[in-house]
Every structure is written in structure tokens, then in C-alpha cells.
């Protein structure tokens, strides 16, 4: 598929709609529930997750549905933690047995695992840039729900984002 990836039709709301396009109605919305945490976490891994999953539910942001890219991004936390220790133990060029100055290992599995981290941030709304493109209201646990179908698509009240009237065919 070329071109960016699509806005999800709930964060375009959020957003105030700013490319004024038709939205989505038929997207699918998750029930809303925080989602478990994988056994196969590392240590550091579990612990991120115990750090940001209820506040990512509470900011609307995630579902069950986004357990695997919550987990991938805990996993790839937990690791970047673990080479970072590793750092911590042994200097970032070693010397071969043959002479030959070398890179450490643990050094290019810190960067590789600091850039899933960034990506997978990204996505999920965890980095400055990507939550300023979003305004988000937090919602106490005894609240309603903000995300759901009902709220965003068939909200036509002055307090709702939209400053416009729908054209006719954007209900088509």
C-alpha cells in the first residue's frame, strides 16, 4: 500500500477533523478494556507495561486489540534495557583475539531496539510530535466513553469538535 498510513477515524475527531474530509462511519471500534500482560515479557518489559498501560487506557488510546503492538514495544523496551546494562559492563570497542578492533554487540542491539521503541512509541501515541497532533480529554474510570461509535460519529452538539455543517454525501 503507498502513500501514509490512514488516521484512525477516533483521532481524527480528537483532532477537530483539520483536513475536513469525510470520516469513516463504518470503522470498526474495539470495546474499550485494558489489555493483559504477556507472560513472555522480560523483567523490564512487564515493568514498562505496569507503567503506562492504564494511563494509555485512560487517555483513549488503546483497546484489547492493541495487546501485541503494546507487547512488542514493552519487548523491545526490555531489551534496550538489557543492552544498556551490558554497556554499563564492557566498553563499546573491544579487541579481537586476532587484532581486530570491533564494535560491541550489545551496542548495535541498543540502537536497533532504541529505534523499535521510538517507532512503536509513535504509534501508539507515547511521543511529544505524536501527541501533539491529538487533543485528548482524560476521562475518570467512572466517566463514559469518549471513543465509542456513538460519541464521536453522532455528536452534533456545539461542544463537539466540529465547526461545520456535513455535506450531504459525506453520509453516504
Not at 483532532?15 to 485494558?34: F, I, S
Not at 515493568?47 to 503506562?52: F, M
Not at 497532533?133 to 482524560?138: G, M, P
Request: net charge positive; with cysteine; proline share 10%.
Amino acid at each position: 500500500m503507498r502513500g501514509r498510513k490512514p488516521k484512525p477515524t477516533a483521532l481524527k475527531v480528537i483532532a477537530g477533523n483539520p483536513g475536513r474530509r469525510p470520516l469513516n462511519r463504518r470503522e470498526p471500534v474495539p470495546e474499550r478494556d485494558v489489555p493483559t500482560c504477556p507472560s513472555h515479557l522480560l523483567p523490564a518489559g512487564k515493568a514498562e507495561w505496569k507503567r503506562i498501560v492504564h494511563e494509555l487506557y485512560d487517555l483513549g488510546v488503546i483497546s484489547r486489540l492493541d495487546r501485541a503492538s503494546l507487547a512488542a514495544y514493552c519487548q523491545a523496551y526490555g531489551r534496550w534495557v538489557e543492552a544498556e546494562r551490558k554497556l554499563t559492563e564492557t566498553p563499546a570497542i573491544l579487541k579481537m583475539p586476532s587484532g581486530y578492533i570491533q564494535q560491541n554487540p550489545w551496542l548495535t542491539i541498543a540502537t536497533k531496539q532504541m529505534e523499535l521503541v521510538q517507532r512503536f512509541a509513535a504509534e501508539l501515541g507515547m511521543t511529544p510530535s505524536s501527541r501533539s497532533r491529538v487533543e485528548t480529554i482524560r476521562r475518570s474510570p467512572s466517566a463514559g466513553l469518549l471513543g465509542t461509535a456513538d460519541g464521536y460519529l453522532n455528536a452534533r452538539t456545539p461542544s463537539d469538535r466540529f465547526s461545520r455543517e456535513p455535506k450531504p454525501w459525506e453520509f453516504a
